[in-house]
Every structure is written in C-alpha cells, then in structure tokens.
C-alpha cells in the first residue's frame, strides 16, 4: 500500500490557523501521547500555539515526555474552546466516540489524522493512511511536507511513536517506510537509547524479582505446547512485589519455543484464583476464558475458578489443550 | 564516526578467489551466525563456494536460520583445509585467539570484518569499523559494494544481525545507518516479525528456567546503579541449560529501573570466570574489560577474572562503581 501525502486541504488549514487544539482516543498510548506532543512542537515550531486535550490521563511510562506536563486531561474542555480555537485536530482515533469527548466535539469542525483501518472519516479534512506505522510517523511525513525542521525532542517523540505501535519493531507493521522514518528521526536527533529506556527499562526491581518467583514454578504440558506458572502471595513476598508487578511477565513463558498457549496462574482472594491466559495464532483462549465467565480476545484472556493452585492449573491445562487440538496448526517460522 | 567503505584488497581478494572459509569468535552470537550465513550466500551468488566452521555449537535458537546445518563445529577444520581455501575470512571477532581456531589459523593469511573497537588488526586485510552497528551490516554494504543482489533469506539474516547487535534497535548504536540497513534489507525482503519471532519467541526451554535461576541470584549494588547476577553450574544443571543459553539473560536485569550498569558472571573453566558488562549512557564498560584483557563495545563488552563467585562479584561490582562515578550523568529521562 502506497502511503499517501497529507492532502492539501490540511496544509491549508494549517497554514492559515493561529491556535490548535490536538486530541486523540481514550486511555491514550504511546502513538497518541507521541503523535501529540509531536505535532504541537511542530505546530509551535510554525509560529502557532497548540493545547492538547484528553479525555484520560497520560501513563506513567509516558509522564516522562517532554512537555506532557501541560497536556489537559478530563471532560473539562481548556479555556476559550471551541472559539479560540482555529481547528481541532483529532489524532490516531478510529471514531470521535473513541475521544471521549464526543458530546463536546459535536459540530464543531474536525481534522482526522489517523492510521487504522476502518477510521470513520469524521473530520472535516480526513487524513486515514493504513499502510502507516504510526499516527507519529504520518505528523512526522506532515512536518516534512511543510519543510520544518525537527529539533531533537520532536524527533524523539515521533521516533517513540514508531517503537510502540510497532512492537518495537517487532510486528508485521514494521515496514521498510517505518524503518526510513526512524532512519531520519534518528539523523534529527532522535535517540532511540533513550526511547528505549522509557518504554522498556524501567521496570521496578521487584517485577523482575517476581519474574524470577514465576518462573521456578513453570511447567511445560501437552508436548511442550502448553506453559503454566504461578504467581502465590509467597512469591509476591519474597519479591517485595505488589499486583501491578505482575503485569507483562506472562510474555517471558510465551516466549518459550513451541509454545502456544500460556496461562499464569495467581491468588485473587481467599476462594478464587485469577487465570491469565495468552495464545498463538489461531489457539482460542478466549472461549476458554469464556466458559468460566471471563473474556478477552482470541489471543489474550482471563477469568476466575475456585479451588486451589494444584487442581485449578490441572484444569486449565486440560482446557488449553483442547483449544490448541482445535486451532489449525501455527504458521512456519 | 563516518562508516568506511569495504577496502579494495577485499574486493580483489573475493574476486579473485574461489572457495572461502567463514569463522568467528567462540560462543557465536547473532551477529556472527547471521553475517556468516550471510556472507556465505553472497559469496555463493558470486558464484563461490564457502564453507563456515566454528569452535562452538551454533546456539539452539540460531539453528533455525536457513543454511545453520550446514556448519562445521569443533576443533577439526573441513576437508582440505588449508590448501583448497582462496582465504579464510573471520568475522566479528576482535582477536585471533577469540576464534578458538588460533593453533589451526596461525600462519594461514586472515580477512578481518569486525566492528570492534580495539580490533587486533590481525588479518592481512583488516576492515574494522567501529562505527558499523553490526559486522552483518558490514556485510551488507560488502555485497552492496560488489552490486550483489540479495536474496529474501539473505536479507533476513543481515536483518537479524541488526537485531541482536543492536538489542533490537534500542542500544545506542542503533543509528541512522541501522535504521537506513534494516530499511534496505526490508525491501529486499527480511521480515522483521520472523526474526522478532527467532529471536524473542523461540527461547528454548532451559533459556527461559535458567533466567529464573539467575534472578535468584540478582543483587542491586550502589544505590541501585548496579546490577549483578551469577550463572553457576549449578543454576546450568538444574535449568537443562547450556552456554548458548545464556545469551541476552543480562538484559533482564539492565531492564530494571535506574540501573546504569550490569554484570553477569559465569564460569568459564576451572580458574576463570567469564563476566559479561551492559551499561546505559555514559557508563563506559569497555574500559573495565579492557582491564582484564577484554573488549567489546561501550556499553557491551566482557572480559575473564580469576577466582571465585564472590570474589569476582565484588571486585566487578567496584570497578563499574568506579565506572558509573566517572560517567557523565544520565540524560534526562
């Protein structure tokens, strides 16, 4: 898929406005807090001024961007809009219902710049380029388009919008186009060390404690196709770790070659165990999840059984062996 | 530093040769099974032959990579070796004597590819770039340079070399010029989320449990600067694991938070322990392994000590102290 230029119409729009107001979907990621923060500099960089505005606040991870301060968060929209305001610009966001602030942006004229399939075309000016990597990276060719030169901050913003929505360069959208953006975010004083560091490693000693706990209960089941592990107040303990420690640590056993299915298994209360589950390719953990009362998606899911961790992960095992006996068989490496 | 160009004896040198003998250093890594592999299908699409031989097994995840079956491991050379060789090209490796092979290549005239700083210049054709991110992207300005196309495979094990060496595009040599390779390489047909499934997906079994048992051993030293963990014997025993299963542990404790530098000690042989250095910014470990008659990158090296665990661990822990201390300090993050 050819990626396609920023219209004329936005150039336009952009050019002849003083005061920009930016948003983007709610719970944002990196791509949004990137794409954000990215344009403004841009924006400013032009003689311009730019707010941004979400509906929910900025994670952690990404506090530590440059300028993140000042983004305005929550249903209150900032002071003079919508009239003090030359355009609206909605960033990285399939739908305006998706802005969380769809009863406030009603009528009032939109610019969508976005990379999902199925965007909904809501904007006045609609820019939707599905072969993009990232929202950052189409601001990034924008900025190109109308020749501003990118300090070292905004490259490393757009830069980090390229690491997350790509896996960090890991997923099938890690095109030869994302490449050549990083290669010139890179030349503009992008640092990808850097980036790194803030998306990748930071994580609290205790985390890593608990990985090392979670691992010495893995097992493999079902001729390797199956891990488990747990996760027992013991090991919280003996880890100085708390419940958000845990979160992520299910990809190490995912990681495992020939696995493809994964559930790690830990203490909700004094009754019922917590059972996160992830799978490949076509392995359905969801229905597993499902028929317990829980949900998710295909590939990754939860839900709660009681009893306790010997007959629960017997159990799982059981199940997540008939859903990779059902699944067609993974893709060659 | 500006990349410099393959030299003009090396291009006379293939030219004129017809059968090449590929090496590299002990423990081979990514980085010297891809460009190996690598350079062993360009030499073939110029219509040569090459065999590869290397003192140590091919790591289990790097068996995966098309042609791995094919190389010569142990301490006996191929068939004719030396005579029915044009030249015997060693790849990625700083020294003679890190081959493995120095009895068997004493005397035998050497091509030298690396990317070391402090290179030995031990071949009678060196080409040491310390700028290049990998001596796989050596290689492909190498075929670039003698208008070889390259095939998908080709591409994709270039690609992988990009990945490992650079830590998948988050250490600091992850610059515009391992952007500009990897987008390249891409569209001459590497697919980034095959090599991010070889490389982070398919960790064998013991990998996995032995990272489990080096987190058990995990110490945070000077104010939480520093990072050290053990690999002993019998941490290899209990996980089923070997030396190649050991590769890319450390960057689970570099992944932790305000730690600026890492050590991971094993052992090596009977008197010596082998430790491997990460560390962040300005924190310059190849210094430190230069000490101990070691080498490698700024950020990546390692180096041999005398005596045991503790021991070890304490003097290492006192020299990258020493090392963090010297460094400028962290850039804002």
């Given at each position: 898929?050819?990626?396609?230029?920023?219209?004329?119409?936005?150039?336009?729009?952009?050019?002849?406005?003083?005061?920009?107001?930016?948003t983007s979907?709610?719970?944002p990621?990196?791509?949004?807090?990137?794409?954000?923060?990215?344009?403004?500099?841009?924006l400013?960089?032009?003689?311009?001024?730019?707010?941004?505005?979400?509906?929910?606040?900025?994670?952690?991870?990404?506090?530590?961007?440059?300028?993140?301060?000042?983004?305005?968060?929550g249903?209150?929209?900032p002071?003079?809009?919508?009239?003090?305001?030359?355009?609206?610009?909605v960033?990285?966001?399939?739908?305006?219902?998706?802005?969380?602030?769809?009863?406030?942006?009603?009528?009032?004229?939109?610019?969508?710049i976005?990379?999902?399939?199925?965007?909904?075309l809501?904007?006045?000016?609609?820019?939707?380029d599905?072969?993009?990597?990232?929202?950052?990276?189409m601001?990034?060719?924008?900025?190109?388009?109308?020749?501003?030169?990118?300090?070292?901050?905004?490259?490393?913003?757009?830069?980090?919008?390229?690491?997350?929505?790509?896996?960090?360069?890991?997923?099938?959208?890690?095109?030869?186009?994302?490449f050549?953006?990083?290669?010139?975010?890179?030349?503009?004083?992008?640092?990808p060390?850097?980036?790194?560091?803030?998306v990748?490693?930071s994580?609290?000693?205790?985390?890593?404690?608990?990985?090392?706990?979670?691992?010495?209960?893995?097992e493999?089941?079902?001729?390797g196709?199956?891990a488990?592990?747990?996760?027992?107040?013991e090991?919280?303990?003996?880890?100085?770790?708390?419940?958000?420690?845990?979160?992520?640590?299910?990809?190490?056993?995912?990681?495992?070659?020939?696995?493809?299915?994964?559930?790690?298994?830990?203490?909700k209360d004094?009754?019922?165990?917590?059972?996160?589950?992830?799978?490949?390719?076509?392995?359905?953990?969801?229905?597993?999840?499902a028929?317990?009362?829980g949900?998710?998606?295909?590939?990754?899911?939860?839900?709660?059984?009681?009893g306790?961790?010997a007959s629960?992960r017997q159990r799982?095992?059981e199940?997540?062996?008939?859903?990779?006996?059902?699944?067609?068989?993974?893709?060659?490496?």
């Open positions: 898929m050819p990626a396609t230029n920023p219209p004329d119409a936005l150039l336009k729009l952009i050019r002849k406005g003083n005061r920009f107001l930016l979907h709610r719970n990621d990196g791509d949004s807090i990137g794409s954000e923060l990215g344009l403004a500099r841009v400013r960089r032009l003689g311009k001024s730019a707010v941004i505005w979400n509906r929910d606040a900025t994670p952690d991870v990404y506090r530590q961007l440059p300028g993140s301060e000042r983004i305005v968060v249903d209150e929209p002071a003079g809009f919508p009239d003090a305001f030359s355009a609206v610009i960033l990285e966001c399939p739908s305006l219902e998706r802005t969380g602030h769809e009863a406030q942006l009603k009528g009032v004229p939109l610019v969508n976005d990379h999902h399939l199925g965007n909904q809501y904007g006045k000016v609609s820019w939707v599905p072969a993009a990597p990232s929202a950052g990276e601001v990034h060719r924008l900025a190109h388009s109308m020749t501003v030169e990118l300090d070292a901050d905004t490259a490393t913003l757009l830069y980090l919008t390229l690491v997350t929505d790509t896996g960090g360069f890991r997923f099938s959208n890690a095109t030869a186009a994302a050549d953006a990083a290669a010139d975010l890179v030349r503009q004083g992008a640092q060390a850097r980036v790194a560091h803030w990748y490693e994580r609290p000693e205790p985390m890593v404690r608990l990985l090392g706990e979670m691992l010495q209960s893995l493999l089941h079902h001729g196709k199956i488990t592990a747990l996760l027992t107040p090991m919280f303990e003996r880890a100085g770790a708390t419940g958000g420690d845990a979160e992520g640590l299910i990809d190490t056993p995912r990681s495992i070659a020939g696995v493809e299915a994964v559930a790690v298994i830990r203490r004094d009754s019922h165990l917590k059972v996160s589950l992830r799978s490949r390719g076509d392995v359905d953990v969801e229905k597993v999840a028929a317990h009362g949900g998710g998606h295909k590939n990754a899911a939860g839900c709660e059984l009681e306790d961790f629960v799982v095992v199940e997540l062996a008939t859903a990779v006996d059902h699944a067609a068989p993974p893709a060659e490496a």
